[in-house]
């Protein structure tokens, strides 16, 4: 099939001072994101997260096969199940399968196998990772780039719910193909992380923590 191009009109240029502010501004704003891990009940607008959830649909991917699926879970039913699936699996690796030196690491954050969030969020978005695609004609076509396409993906959908005003918390229980049964999906998707998303609990503390500096993290050749 021969590729169709059409002209590129979504692109704005701005003047170098306008990019410099434009760029600061979105670090400072970026810079007031925090993972919570305790979350209010409030319900959030239903709007907003499918709106967030179109921005992660822009990211760029391999081929443009998009291969991601995003399960919004709202159901509490549906969320406490998650819950007891994932603090067993959590109990398990912080009990026995978890190396010293990673829990040493993770002690400044105050983390442990209770995971009372997953049921007090209102909103439970459960990423998947599709190995294949199937085709209009039918045919399976194998992704590639997978992982690489759902984490560019998952890190705009984070930075649209913070935009959006909403709090987040990334969870990785492992393993998560319990998430496959409880959530009804096929062999073809694969767990990638569970977004825990709405508004914070009134009082919420975060850990003191600082973020590397730019020569940190940097290498300009």
């Not at 810079?31 to 921005?55: D, H, K, L």
């Not at 199940?81 to 954050?109: G, M």
Request: hydrophobic share 40%.
């Amino acid at each position: 099939m021969k590729p169709k191009f059409i002209p590129l009109r979504s692109y704005r240029e701005y003047s170098v001072d306008e990019m410099k502010q434009r760029a600061a501004d979105f670090r400072a704003e970026m810079q007031q994101r925090r993972t919570v891990r305790t979350f209010s009940n409030r319900p959030a607008p239903r709007e907003v997260i499918e709106e967030c959830v179109r921005t992660a649909g822009t990211a760029p991917n391999g081929a443009n096969m998009q291969p991601w699926h995003f399960v919004v879970v709202s159901d509490p039913e549906i969320k406490r199940q998650i819950r007891l699936e994932a603090e067993k699996e959590e109990y398990d690796f912080y009990t026995r399968r978890a190396p010293q030196e990673w829990l040493e690491a993770l002690a400044p954050l105050g983390t442990d196998w209770p995971k009372p969030f997953l049921e007090e969020a209102p909103y439970l978005i459960v990423i998947f990772g599709l190995s294949t695609t199937r085709l209009p004609d039918g045919r399976k076509l194998k992704n590639y780039y997978v992982n690489e396409s759902v984490g560019i993906a998952t890190g705009i959908l984070i930075t649209a719910l913070h935009h959006a005003g909403l709090a987040t918390l990334t969870h990785t229980p492992s393993p998560m193909a319990f998430l496959n049964q409880i959530l009804d999906r096929p062999d073809n998707e694969r767990p990638f992380l569970v977004l825990v998303t709405g508004y914070p609990a009134e009082g919420t503390l975060v850990p003191e923590i600082r973020k590397k500096t730019l020569a940190e993290i940097t290498t300009f050749i």
